[in-house]
């Protein structure tokens, strides 16, 4: 057989007897690997006239791109929100955690805060590619304080802020500084929160419209403005109203420019967003659907009190609570387990529920050409997984980083 090594001395790894999705479709094709990234074989075999060096027989899994968790305030006894000397070592333990659970990328979140904290932690978060050590670290997801104190939720009222004549300005001290924010949540009612939209879209950061009272007409200016996010539709915005429907009516607004796509994120835990509201999103915007846990420090822990930033909370089976309230305050469902839920509970196929958590967040954060597929010359972060939607292997860069032992499978 000619040598393979013409373009590169890397191993070819070629991943046999596997469904893999792509272009929406699971496939039975083999998928080949090369130096971090989906080879495209005809041009493997043609032009450089090379062949695997390794052959994986995946045993007819299922080979899906991994997820990516936009919004995630912690897990594991970690909490995003908590000023901590040994932050970076929370943040690390996360990340090699959710490997298990099928997350190759996520956007640490950070719920309101005193600016100090900001101040604290935001220094302590850098963009970083996954691998052995964990998954990748896309950036910040900044939630509040500029949010509505009627739909605050789980957030501390007494750290809420508005934004004043500097608007922008403000939203900078606050922070300290956006080198690695990825996604802001606000409210889009509030003063000024036009001029900030579009200075923060300019950056290339996405806002996200959440913790909100605000009407349609104002979710649509936003979006005007560069807004292409909801946080955790339903919760904490306005219920459903046919003569206003407020955020909710984005999904189906004839206001959206042309060319441009709202997404919203959906807590598909059970608790959060009862199954018929689930269906009616999914139908009425099914390319718009990204699945986030919002998962707190009480994921993966037992039952009882852990803290989601100034608050203390309660965990009781699944649910969720703001110690002494009926309050919810994120989830602790584990980012595999909201896609098996949102597939049962929409009778979706299994390439649409795969894709609500990879392509996506992705598509939401313009990183698609790298993540969120398994297309040629893209990253090859990718699971194995059986018909079941359990993960049985996570792969970062074509490295494998995870896999459930032979007595889970």
Known sequence: ????????????????????????????????????????PEKLFFEEKGSADIQLDCKDSIIAPGFIDVQINGGFGVDFSLATDDFKSGIDLVSQ??????????????????????????PQISIRNGGAHGAGI??????????????????????????????????????????????????????????????????????????????????????QHGATFITHLFNAMLPFHHRDPGIVGLLTSDKIPAGRRVFYGMISDGIHTNPAALRIAHRAHPKGL???????????????????????????????????????????????????HFQEATGCSVEIALEAASLHPAQLLGIEHKKG?????????????NDGLYVQATYIAGEEVWRQDALGM
């Open 373 to 385: 597929t398994l297309n040629y010359d893209s990253d090859a972060d990718f699971l194995m997984l």
């Open 1 to 40: 057989m000619p040598s393979n090594k013409s373009v590169s001395d890397a191993p070819i790894v070629q991943f046999t007897n596997c469904r893999i999705l792509r272009s929406h479709q699971l496939q039975r094709e083999d998928l080949w690997v090369r130096e971090g990234k989906i080879l495209n």
């Open 138 to 223: 896309l950036g910040a997801h900044l939630e509040g304080p500029f949010i509505s104190k009627e739909k605050k939720g789980a957030h501390p009222e007494h750290c809420l802020r508005t934004f004043e004549a500097g608007a922008f300005q403000d939203l900078l001290a606050t922070y300290g500084s956006l080198h690695c924010v990825r996604i802001v949540t606000l409210a889009p009612e509030m003063k000024r929160s036009s001029e900030v939209i579009r200075e923060l879209t300019k950056r290339g950061i996405c806002v996200s419209l959440g913790h909100s009272v605000a009407n349609l007409s104002q979710a649509e200016d936003a979006v």
């Open 290 to 340: 990204v699945l986030v846990t919002d998962a707190i420090a009480g994921m993966g822990l037992a039952p009882g009190r852990h803290t989601l930033g100034q608050q203390v909370v309660e965990i009781d089976g699944l649910n969720t609570y703001i110690a002494g309230t009926k309050t919810l305050s994120g989830s602790v469902a584990t980012m595999d387990t909201c896609v098996r």
């Open 97 to 122: 955690k959710i490997l298990s659970h099928g997350v190759t990328s996520f956007c640490p979140t950070l719920v309101t805060s005193p600016p100090a904290v900001y101040h604290q932690v935001l």
